[in-house]
Nanobody, 122 residues
């Protein structure tokens, strides 16, 4: 499975972005998926995860209520809608897929996508 994330960019505080992650080589309909992020000088951290059929969903406390993860198996795509963005959301965002378990930790991820940069300016 090859994952490709896109949709990052520069946005002002309070703005919104939607990240997308598509797959090639295999469909995503049976894979739990997730998003992680890594800011400069920091470790990669969990952001959100979703079950293979769209449920359940989990969020890091820092993004709960502002970010929404969703999955469209027909389009082979997982999304991360990011609202009310803050400067501390600035990071490279990575999508991830696991064959079985929800990707709640950066350890043991089966497939990583390349990152997409999100920069929130104040």
């Amino acid at each position: 499975v090859q994952l490709q994330a896109f949709g990052g960019g520069l946005v002002q505080v309070g703005g919104s972005l939607r990240l997308s992650c598509t797959a090639s080589g295999r469909t995503l309909d049976s894979y739990p998926m997730g998003w992680f992020r890594q800011a400069p000088g920091k470790e990669r951290e969990f952001v959100a995860a979703i079950g293979w059929n769209g449920l359940p969903t989990y969020y890091a406390d820092s993004v709960s209520g502002r970010f929404t993860i969703s999955k469209n198996n027909a389009k082979n795509t997982v999304y991360l809608q990011m609202n009310s963005l803050k400067p501390e959301d600035t990071a490279v965002y990575y999508c991830a897929a696991n064959r079985n378990n929800l990707p709640l930790s950066s350890q043991g991820i089966n497939y990583w996508g390349q990152g997409t940069q999100v920069t929130v300016s104040s």
